[in-house]
């Protein structure tokens, strides 16, 4: 069985920069499509990115395209959010997740989840 373990969160400025990892472990996922999804206090989860098994397409949310890339590695089984430029609206509990079919947005379409990691960024 697959399990996924974030980490990388933390407590930040404005305007700085992180970079969340997530590691599969149990079993490769190199065959599933991977996302984060993010959960802000007193909200609902939301997307983020995905990017599909083939490492070619991604997708962002629009409020992250341009300061957030979504990557990852096959070979150490990895997958990584760089995110640039954060701001206080970025604050939330970061998951990452898989499912076996292609790109998507909505969190119903992902059948695994990692435990999450708090990003809390303070003006």
């Known amino acids: 069985q697959v399990r996924l373990v974030e980490s990388g969160g933390g407590l930040v400025q404005s305007g700085d920069s992180l970079r969340l990892s997530c590691e599969a472990s149990?079993?490769?996922?190199?065959?599933?499509?991977l996302g984060w999804f993010r959960q802000a206090p007193g909200k609902e989860r939301s997307f983020v990115a995905s990017?599909?098994?083939?490492?070619?397409?991604?997708h962002y949310a629009d409020s992250v395209k341009a300061r957030f890339t979504i990557s990852r590695d096959y070979a150490k089984n990895m997958m990584y959010l760089r995110m640039d430029r954060l701001t206080r609206e970025d604050t939330g509990v970061y998951y990452c997740?898989?499912?076996?079919?292609?790109?998507?947005?909505?969190?119903?379409?992902?059948?695994?989840w990692g435990q999450g990691t708090q990003v809390t960024v303070s003006s």
């Open positions: 997740a898989a499912r076996n079919g292609g790109l998507s947005d909505y969190a119903g379409a992902f059948d695994l």
């Open positions: 149990g079993h490769s996922f190199n065959t599933f499509t």
């Open positions: 990017i599909n098994r083939d490492n070619a397409n991604t």
